[in-house]
């Protein structure tokens, strides 16, 4: 397996990125704000994501807010960086969703092999999101990033980097 580099954000900047309140309504600005501290941190720019991992949850109202905050990270970048959806496979998971992203992610990038997204027919058109309806091999993933939100208010997103 090819090693990778984890950089995520510390405790303390997962709390300020909280912007979704109790009642289960999202905002995007909590989203962007990981999404942005992530790609920060792992001393990186937008450019450098090959591959995005979005808790993309299949509501309309949460994935259009999670698609708002992508663009407003990646601007007019964003049709570059590979989207992929897990849940659309497997369901949410819960608490365990993020770690099946994650290892999703470093499956992707081991095996170079982007799969198809699966029951997505009505992505929101006006964000531009590069979503595969087909496998799409021999892709070489330098990074990738993953995003994930809770009910509760906690957002956290995460960049795994191929060991150099």
């Known amino acids: 397996m090819t090693g990778v ?20 309504a999202i905002d995007s600005a909590g989203i962007g704000i990981a999404i942005n501290q ?5 001393g990186i720019t937008t450019s450098d994501i090959d591959l995005l991992i979005p808790h993309g949850l299949g509501l309309a109202e949460h994935d259009k807010a ?3 905050a992508i663009c407003s990270v990646f601007g007019e970048g964003v049709d570059k960086v590979r989207v992929l959806t897990t849940k659309s496979r ?3 998971c819960g608490a365990g969703a993020a770690a099946i992203d994650l ?12 799969p198809a997204n699966l029951n997505c027919p009505n ?5 531009n999101l590069n979503m595969a309806s087909a496998n799409i091999s021999d892709v070489d993933i330098k990074n990738a990033l993953v ?9 956290a ?8």
Request: glycine letters at 6%; aromatic letters at 6%; charged letters at 15%.
């Open 5 to 24: 580099q984890t950089c995520a954000l510390p405790i303390s900047d997962i709390s300020n990125a909280e912007n979704i309140s109790q009642d289960s």
């Open 38 to 42: 992530a790609i920060n941190s792992a």
């Open 103 to 114: 290892a999703t992610a470093v499956l992707v990038m081991n095996q170079g092999t982007i």
């Open 66 to 68: 999670e698609a708002k």
């Open 147 to 155: 995003s994930c939100y809770s009910y509760g208010g906690q957002t």
């Open 90 to 92: 497997i369901g949410n």
């Open 157 to 164: 997103a995460m960049v795994i980097s191929k060991w150099r």
């Open 123 to 127: 992505q929101p058109e006006e964000y």
